[in-house]
């Protein structure tokens, strides 16, 4: 049976208590959807008050330490997502990529910790687009993930995701042509089945994102492989972000 398309909000650094109303509408909406996976990773301070107020949507985080505890001011660990009510968390995302440094062997560590904590994971992956018109966009993106991706125990496959973002495309308006985000989510599907084989590999739901919006969801989420959307800014207000959760629920898979 193929997955339900997966519809990821991310919040980035945005919201107060007072988006909380924007969650209810968004969980309201998702139960008249049930074709489609929607789920939001609000800030940290607001995934507890998420998680108790939904009842449809799932709730998750953008980032977590790789450690479980310790002397780390500041900083989150995946057992603390957890217990605050996240299921999955978000890692390797650019603009921590960037703006924070990590590397890939970060990311993995991070990953391995989330998965030891029971969070489902969302890895990111994308190139710049000096990489995308330099045409090495393919392998570069391919050796990223290959070096983040976390060690998998036999039948947790599912556990993981993977979002392609090219980072050109994040925040910008500007969004990769079907075709691109065809090749690349077919070599990225291709990897994922040389890495844990045929029948696990095809379990991973490969996520696009990057400029994602009601206007151009439907485009986007019927490219083979593409099996869900990991969106910013259009998924600040419920009437965008549901906009897209509905394209996805008319997809031909969906
Ligand atoms: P955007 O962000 O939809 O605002 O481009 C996507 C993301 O960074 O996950």
Redesign the pocket.
């Given at each position: 049976m193929p997955l339900r398309p997966y519809i990821v909000g991310?919040w980035?650094m945005h919201g107060t208590r007072a988006m909380l109303s924007e969650a209810r509408a968004i969980d309201r909406a998702a139960q008249r959807h049930m074709k489609v996976e929607v789920a939001i990773a609000p800030p940290s301070t607001l995934i507890h008050p998420v998680h108790r107020e939904a009842e449809q949507i799932v709730v998750g985080a953008q980032d977590c330490h790789d450690q479980e505890s310790g002397a780390h001011t500041g900083e989150i660990s995946a057992t603390m997502l957890a217990d605050a009510g996240a299921k999955f968390v978000?890692l390797g995302?650019?603009?921590r990529r960037q703006g924070q440094g990590e590397g890939d062997a970060l990311v993995q560590a991070k990953a391995e910790a989330a998965l030891a904590a029971g969070l489902r994971v969302i890895l990111?992956c994308g190139e710049s687009e000096k990489t995308r018109d330099s045409g090495s966009a393919l392998t570069y993106v391919k050796k990223q993930l290959k070096a983040s991706l976390p060690e998998i125990p036999r039948g947790a496959a599912e556990k993981l995701t993977v979002?392609y973002?090219p980072i050109w495309?994040?925040?910008?308006g500007k969004t990769a042509t079907p075709a691109d985000i065809g090749e690349m989510h077919a070599e990225i599907r291709a990897l994922l089945v040389e890495l844990f084989g045929e029948e696990e590999g095809a379990e991973v739901r490969i996520l696009y994102?990057?400029?994602?919006?009601p206007e151009n969801a439907g485009e986007i989420l019927n490219v083979p492989e593409v099996g869900g959307a990991?969106?910013?800014?259009?998924?600040l207000t419920a009437d965008s972000f549901m906009g897209i959760a509905l394209a996805a629920g008319e997809t031909e898979e969906g």
């Open positions: 991310n980035k978000i995302h650019s603009e990111c979002a973002e495309a994040i925040g910008t994102g990057g400029s994602v919006k990991l969106v910013g800014g259009a998924s």
